[in-house]
């Protein structure tokens, strides 16, 4: 990690009280669906926001969600938490992905995507594991915000412009010009909010699954079939899906219901 976005990370404001009261529902074992609703019912633009997220065609329900309990009731809380999360935490930074050649709406659309993806994947078959990964597919980009920043800073948007031509890798040409990559980054802004370990695990490992803690290695796996699926321009391809299927192939993950998954999003 370098220096400069070590101290953009430690700068980032605190999680509002609102983030901080979903993580102390959401971690207490006794907390129901009707606590999670309550509290989110507290914030009426936090509401909308997980409404207007939760009714997206990505999803494909037939009928229009149009309460919180409702919501929670059909995504589960560690889902919901992830809509939560995801608007809180992008509130707190001002975005421009212009070096990476993607706008505001592109990179929106590329997380709105790889969650549901993972949601459509695992909500039935993995549901355990979705409160770590609804908000993880949700955020795990939100590094190159920083990474962003810190190149336009030192003047290097072309000479990352060639670098990804030249890898063909988003992260390899992070690393060569900032010396970090977004997993990294995104991993670090979260544990610096004390978000859970396995969160930050997952996370910081998504590109080396097999180094994650044992208990998320299978997240760490998924995550990473996700971002290969759906790629920085958001756009799934016939190569995104092969590169994909070849680690699922590899981790020996559920072939079929990710098929079922892609043509939800496609």
């Not at 080396?208 to 208990?215: F, L, M, V």
Request: proline share 4%; net charge negative; hydrophobic share 45%.
């Amino acid at each position: 990690m370098t220096e400069e976005i070590l101290k953009k990370i430690k700068q980032l404001p605190p999680l509002p009280e609102s983030a901080l009261q979903i993580e102390r529902v959401y971690k207490d074992p006794n907390a129901t669906f009707n606590d999670m609703a309550k509290i989110l019912e507290k914030d009426p633009l936090l509401t909308a926001d997980i409404l207007k997220a939760a009714n997206s065609p990505l999803y494909g329900f037939s009928r229009e969600i149009n309460a919180i309990s409702q919501a929670v009731g059909l995504f589960g809380m560690g889902t919901v938490r992830g809509f939560a999360l995801a608007s809180i935490v992008k509130k707190s930074f001002a975005l421009d992905l212009s070096p990476y050649g993607i706008t505001n709406e592109m990179f929106s659309e590329l997380s709105k995507k790889q969650h549901a993806l993972t949601t459509a994947w695992c909500l039935k078959r993995e549901n355990s594991f979705m409160g770590i990964l609804s908000p993880a597919a949700f955020l795990v980009e939100i590094g190159k915000v920083l990474i962003a920043q810190q190149i336009m800073a030192d003047n290097k948007k072309e000479e990352f412009k060639s670098a990804m031509q030249e890898t063909g890798d988003v992260e390899a040409a992070e690393r060569r010009i900032v010396n970090v990559d977004t997993p990294e980054v995104s991993a670090t802004i979260f544990a610096q909010w004390k978000f859970e370990e396995g969160l930050v695990n997952v996370i910081r490992n998504c590109q080396n699954p097999n180094a994650a803690a044992e208990n998320d290695k299978k997240a760490a796996k998924i995550l990473q079939v996700v971002r290969v699926t759906v790629p920085i321009t958001g756009v799934v391809t016939e190569d995104s899906i092969s590169a994909a299927k070849e680690l699922i192939q590899k981790y020996g993950l559920d072939m079929d219901s990710f098929d079922q998954a892609i043509e939800c999003i496609k």
